[in-house]
């Protein structure tokens, strides 16, 4: 199982666009975009899941980010479909605790339960 994301084209000078995340087989709708930059390669995808609550999660990967996708600095190394990202989770428009690195499609799954509850997952304060 893997994470894709279906990002329609941005209008002129959006920052962001309406689509879905798949994290397995779940569909959730995002704010997603992404960047790509091909000299030197860099791409990043983000996408941001706001649940009933006021917790969101910030899904990310690309290069340099704690995915998969951390050592893809050539654009044949990139993978659009990652089998991990990094996490952030926000309260308030804030970042709560520490991002979560290599998150699988599983770990993504509870920490989305658990933020549709309001719970701020415990995990983003394992280091800080």
Do not use: C
Request: charged share 25%; net charge negative.
């Amino acid at each position: 199982m893997m994470f894709r994301a279906d990002i329609p084209p941005a209008p002129e000078g959006a920052r962001h666009v309406e689509g879905l995340l798949w994290v397995g087989e779940n569909a959730y709708p995002a704010l997603l975009d992404r960047k790509n930059i091909l000299d030197p390669f860099f791409a990043i995808r983000r996408a941001r899941v706001h649940a009933e609550t006021d917790i969101a999660l910030s899904i990310i990967w690309g290069t340099a980010t704690y995915s998969t996708n951390h050592e893809a600095f050539q654009e044949e190394a990139f993978q659009e479909e990652p089998a991990t990202v990094e996490v952030g989770v926000l309260r308030g428009g804030g970042l709560v605790g520490d991002p979560l690195g290599y998150q699988s499609v599983e770990d993504v799954l509870a920490l989305i339960r658990q933020a549709s509850r309001g719970h701020v997952p415990h995990e983003v304060h394992r280091y800080g």
